[in-house]
């Protein structure tokens, strides 16, 4: 008997690479700015603050931006990935449960 096996690559196209040049790495953490990608999931937004807590008073950030996307199923928006690629020098996406 012979039975046929069919395999799904459920995995996205890559994106092109970005035409602006890639940011210098920082130093360290003190005086930068982290931002965070929430992806909906339950329990990531406390992950979130409790990261945001210890980034700032053990390494002296200066500010943490959090954003949250409509659902972990989809990419987050362009206008967000634009804003967070404008104001933070290191960004941190995410995944609750």
């Keep these: 008997m012979t039975s046929t ?5 459920p995995t996205a196209p890559r994106r092109a690479a970005a035409t602006e040049a890639a940011r210098p790495a ?5 005086g930068a700015v982290i931002g965070f990608i929430d992806n909906a999931k339950p329990n990531f937004n406390h992950l979130v603050d409790d990261l945001a807590e210890i980034f700032t008073s053990r390494y002296g950030v ?10 972990a199923s989809v990419p987050a928006p362009e206008a967000i990935l ?4 404008q104001e933070c020098d290191l960004v941190i996406t995410g995944s609750g449960d």
Excluded: I, N, Y
Excluded at 26 to 30: R, S, V
Excluded at 62 to 71: D, F, G, H, L
């Design 82 to 85: 634009g804003e967070l690629t």
């Design 5 to 9: 096996l069919t395999l799904f690559d």
């Design 62 to 71: 200066a500010r943490v931006v959090k954003r949250t996307k409509r659902s």
């Design 26 to 30: 920082f130093a360290g953490l003190a």
